[in-house]
């Protein structure tokens, strides 16, 4: 499973980089290979995008966990990637990381102008858990499904007077000869800068100002994932009070229900089954139900079957992430031991048992 997302930046993804490293690695190289140092150079723009692309990814914690658990085979950028991010491209990364005079291009970027004098602010990530099954794991997910946004009404909404839309406002205290300004949140918007004029003819919220809207969307889960395994939807999370804000991502963080039958530790299933002290002794066919397939194991095959001890069947575990490969079962046998109900037999029995049995 590859990373060449780190390569790119000139990083060893071994050495675990922190965002500090990202982001000095990510600027050495687009300063390099920025086109407008590299005029006739007609490679230059895509060594560029992949910094930019590389960058956009590992700077992002959500998408770098991602990126870690899948791979560049696995990683898919319609969701997680620049491709999800409407307006957002190679030049947008570098403006950003570069905004506030420190570029060493000026304002503007060569070919890479687009007249935006400021990027739109990014509303937060909103993340909600989604409850997957063993069967979900073993087989994958790929479905559509119906994502409820809640929405504000653009319509309806209007620059705060009280704080001209910046969400803070100063009070100037003078004290004797000195004059105090201080700085605090809006109370009358809470800090939004915005606030709701709700119009009863408004044909989107009639005026409550907020209103719900279903949007269809694409759910992947690969086979093998485990807990804590993260997808995004770009734009589907808190939603913007103001035209110059873009729509967060809503971020579904993977959380496994418990099987009735199963017990799962990595890529690898524990069974416990039940049998009596002559099975364990001359053995017992037992079927397992698994997911869609039954397994058929006769226990002479592991001889004297004993207890606290585990039994591998091969590759009848759970699929490895983004690989063929698939995890073991281990079967875990609790013996039953009978009563005694015939003492006069048990010399017997004795003489049988040293009779079948090598020491």
């Known amino acids: 499973m590859g990373h060449k997302l780190y390569s790119i930046l000139g990083l060893d993804r071994n050495n675990n980089p922190s965002q500090n490293d990202i982001k000095k690695a990510y600027k050495i190289k687009a300063m390099i290979n ?16 992949d910094i930019s692309k590389a960058y956009e990814t590992l700077s992002d914690e959500n998408k770098k966990r991602i990126y870690d658990q899948v791979g560049d085979d696995g990683y898919d950028e319609s969701n997680n990637g620049m491709s ?26 060569g070919g890479f102008d687009h007249g935006r004098q400021q990027q739109d602010q990014k509303c937060n990530s909103l993340q909600k858990n989604i ?23 653009l319509n309806c909404m209007k620059v705060c007077k009280n704080c001209n839309g910046s969400g803070t406002v100063k009070q100037v205290m003078n004290m004797g000869i000195m004059t105090q300004i201080f700085t605090g949140t809006c109370d009358k918007c809470s800090g939004n800068g915005h606030m709701i004029e709700g119009k009863s003819s408004c044909s989107e919220c009639s005026g409550k100002g907020k209103y719900t809207k279903d949007v269809n969307a694409h759910l992947h889960l690969p086979k093998g994932i485990d807990n804590g395994f993260k997808t995004s939807f770009p734009e589907m999370g808190e939603q913007p009070k103001s035209t110059n804000q873009k729509a967060g991502d809503l971020v579904l963080e993977v959380k496994l229900a418990p099987h009735p039958h199963f017990r799962r530790n990595g890529n690898d299933l524990y069974y416990k089954c039940n049998i009596s002290y002559i099975e364990s002794v001359i053995g017992k066919e037992i079927n397992i139900l698994y997911f869609k397939d039954t397994i058929t194991v006769n226990t002479n095959i592991f001889g004297v079957v004993y207890p606290g001890k585990s039994y591998l069947i091969e590759n009848k575990g759970l699929p490895v992430i983004n690989s063929n490969k698939m995890g073991n079962m281990f079967i875990e046998f609790n013996i039953v031991y009978p009563k005694i109900k015939n003492n006069e037999k048990i010399g017997e029995l004795e003489e049988l048992l040293k009779a079948v049995f090598i020491n």
Do not use: Q, W
């Open 34 to 49: 920025h086109p407008d140092k590299n005029k006739g150079d007609e490679k230059a723009e895509e060594r560029f995008k």
């Open 84 to 109: 999800g991010m409407p307006g957002m491209d190679h030049s947008d990364i570098f403006e950003r990381f570069f905004r506030g005079g420190n570029s060493p291009f000026g304002h503007h970027f």
């Open 131 to 153: 409850t997957v099954t063993l069967d979900d794991v073993f087989e994958g997910i790929n479905k559509n499904i119906t994502l409820t946004i809640n929405k504000y009404c």
